[in-house]
């Protein structure tokens, strides 16, 4: 096992100097562009490393280990069964919102080399819910892990609203998105937390928040007596919060029996990388600067939540010591992005066995 991952580090190092020659979006399509076109061909082996078991159950669902990967490397789920064979436990693709939008003008993706970070501000492009469902449902993951008799990588899906729709009526969207996605999810994200969304961010206010969770869980319900089973719901939220803020989070999420929470989306902040270049560009910052405000409001959950309530952590993961300090902080499961562009797919077998050994 500690072959292959070395292997997939030695490949991923080859390639890394080309694509960060690149452009960094133009880097980001051709890299997706290839894992959509080498899934489930000979070439997927590449990439494809054997999934470390460490299964864990949360909100109703068995994780088969601890480390996914975070929405918004792919956002209109094309690569599914690509990131399946790099062993994830769990793949979260989107931000969707209900119709296609082309984001923020470009370039909107800026590397901060030296800080092992990103800056984003991409503003949700995407094609659609409908094109969306299309792959998801068209990825054969699913297919294969029941043929082999092993358990399943989990599925995420992320849900957003249209920058067109005004703030007010933000709501529809997101019960549109859940209405749309349910039916293919094991869990559904709802995202009110990137930076990148004229107003999204004042969703996490107090009354916003519990008029938006009100509604969803409403809509959650009636969803899963038509479906028959019921679909986990976790909230996405911002790093670039207070104390005082995060246990208001915290007590509409308890108070709206939401099945769990994701921390965190992007920075906003720019203390820890000030006078790099690009450092002052728009956007969310991720990676290595993000690391300890995600912890920090992670840590501050797990106490305002108690023990039991499912956290995903995210932010700032780079290596499996990054990954044990999530767990540390109260994460129960964690999500890599900014550390697979920097670290290459070895980083989360790399991460699955120190989570699987710390326990």
Do not use: W
Not at 61 to 87: E, S, T, Y
């Amino acid at each position: 096992m500690p072959l292959l991952s070395s292997g997939l580090s030695g490949l991923y190092g080859l390639a890394r100097p080309l694509l960060f020659s690149m452009d960094a979006e133009a880097a980001h399509e051709l890299t997706l562009d290839q894992l959509a076109r080498t899934q489930n061909t000979p070439l997927a082996c590449f990439y494809t490393s054997a999934r470390v078991h460490d299964p864990v159950t949360l909100a109703g669902l068995h994780f088969p280990n601890r480390v996914g990967l975070a929405a918004g490397l792919d956002k209109n789920a094309r690569c599914i069964d690509a990131f399946a064979a790099m062993g994830f436990g769990f793949v979260e693709v989107g931000t969707v919102t209900p119709k296609a939008q082309p984001g923020n003008p470009k370039p909107r993706i800026f590397r901060l080399p030296s800080a092992e970070a990103l800056i984003n501000r991409l503003g949700f492009n995407n094609e659609g819910l409908d094109a969306f469902l299309a792959n998801v449902q068209g990825a054969r993951f699913r297919q294969q892990a029941a043929a082999r008799q092993q358990a399943p990588m989990l599925l995420g899906l992320n849900i957003g609203k249209n920058a067109s729709t005004p703030i007010e009526r933000a709501v529809d969207d997101y019960v549109l998105g859940l209405r749309g996605v349910y039916a293919h999810a094991d869990y559904v994200a709802v995202n009110i937390s990137s930076p990148n969304t004229a107003n999204l961010r004042s969703l996490q206010s107090d009354e916003a928040l519990d008029a938006l969770l009100s509604a969803l869980k409403q809509e959650q319900t009636q969803l899963a007596q038509t479906h028959g089973r019921q679909v986990p719901m976790f909230l996405k939220i911002a790093p670039d919060l207070d104390e005082t803020q995060v246990a208001l989070i915290a007590a509409t999420l308890l108070r709206q029996g939401m099945d769990g929470v994701i921390a965190t989306n992007t920075t906003l902040s720019r203390e820890a990388v000030a006078g790099l270049p690009h450092a002052q560009e728009a956007g969310g910052l991720s990676g290595a600067p993000a690391r300890e405000a995600s912890n920090r409001v992670i840590a501050q959950l797990r106490a305002a939540l108690g023990p039991q309530f499912p956290i995903i952590g995210v932010g700032g993961i780079l290596s499996a010591a990054d990954a044990q300090a999530k767990r540390q902080a109260g994460a129960d499961v964690v999500q890599i992005y900014t550390g697979l562009i920097y670290r290459g797919p070895a980083l989360v077998q790399q991460a699955a066995r120190a989570l699987a050994g710390a326990h």
